[in-house]
């Protein structure tokens, strides 16, 4: 499906490797960074999608941690954004700040504002990391391997240069229902190297559009939220999302899936979707 009746709609710029090279943000001083082109999408063209906004909080967390911190490995193990409104393909502002100081636990709050309007709130806890090998253990499915799967262009159902700076490969077993593995070449801020974790945080919320069970011509169904939590750090460049989305009768929906890296299993994610026929 071709999405032409979304606002907005034009198509992507190019192929997600031809886009490698120019960043999602780049960063003006410490607290401001604008927004390239590259972020907008997917319901508006002339919006960001949250997706890098997200990456970006999520880097500014984890710096955070690393100046206060150097001498404590604390994992980011949730990651909750809540979000208050759309964003301008802009400049915003940012602010961090600690709500709950601790040896071992930290909660830290990031915000992303324009125009003096706070549009998307994370809030993390951070966790001091220990061995537990000895007691490591689950009972999740694995999903196939990226290469394994058919290449498939998002950027051909939904409209925004984000989404077509994404590489997908996807396994859609019904409506609703499958897998996917994605990746990008664009760096999430300009040269500025960022975590394993903070590129798969840019990548989250493409969650609720991979496997849909309605078609956006038809029917809007944007996320208000995210949550995402994990066991330990995510490695490599493909990130995996074992998808299940479900749409119930008064309006209210989910997105909810296990996240993967090449070593299997590292935590999940989920989205309360908002479900309003056009």
């Known amino acids: 499906m071709i999405l032409d009746c979304l606002p907005g709609r034009r198509p992507?710029?190019?192929?997600?490797?031809?886009?490698?090279?120019?960043p999602y943000w780049e960063r003006l001083s410490e607290t401001a960074f604008r927004a390239t082109h590259l972020t907008s999408g997917a319901w508006n063209i002339q919006e960001q999608h949250i997706a890098p906004a997200m990456g970006l909080l999520a880097h500014?967390?984890?710096?955070?941690r690393?100046?206060?911190r150097p001498d404590v490995a604390l994992l980011p193990a949730r990651l909750s954004y809540d979000i208050l409104g759309t964003?301008?393909?802009?400049?915003?502002?940012t602010e961090v700040r600690v709500l709950r100081p601790g040896r071992t636990v930290e909660l830290v709050e990031a915000t992303l504002s324009h125009d003096g309007r706070a549009a998307l709130v994370l809030r993390a806890w951070l966790l001091a990391t220990r061995d537990t090998t000895a007691l490591a253990g689950h009972s999740l499915a694995p999903i196939p391997r990226p290469q394994d799967?058919?290449?498939?262009?998002?950027g051909e159902d939904w409209p925004g240069d984000f989404i077509g700076s994404v590489e997908i490969r996807r396994d859609l077993a019904e409506p609703g229902r499958g897998c996917f593995w994605a990746r990008t070449n664009t760096p999430l801020l300009g040269g500025e190297p960022v975590s394993a974790l903070a590129r798969l945080a840019g990548l989250f919320d493409i969650a609720n559009g991979m496997t849909v069970r309605l078609d956006p011509r038809e029917v809007?169904?944007?996320n208000l939220d995210l949550c995402a939590r994990f066991t330990r750090e995510p490695a490599g460049e493909w990130f995996g999302f074992d998808n299940s989305v479900m749409v119930d009768r008064d309006g209210v929906g989910m997105t909810t899936c296990i996240l993967h890296d090449?070593?299997?299993?590292l935590g999940a994610l989920g989205q309360t979707t908002t479900v309003r026929p056009r």
Do not use: I, N, S
């Not at 992507?12 to 120019?22: V, Y």
């Not at 500014?60 to 955070?64: A, C, F």
């Not at 799967?149 to 998002?154: D, F, I, K, Q, R």
């Open 12 to 22: 992507t710029l190019c192929g997600a490797d031809k886009l490698a090279g120019m």
């Open 220 to 222: 809007l169904f944007p």
């Open 149 to 154: 799967l058919t290449p498939w262009v998002p």
């Open 262 to 265: 090449a070593h299997g299993p």
């Open 87 to 93: 964003l301008p393909v802009d400049t915003c502002e």
């Open 60 to 64: 500014l967390v984890e710096r955070d």
């Open 66 to 68: 690393d100046h206060r």
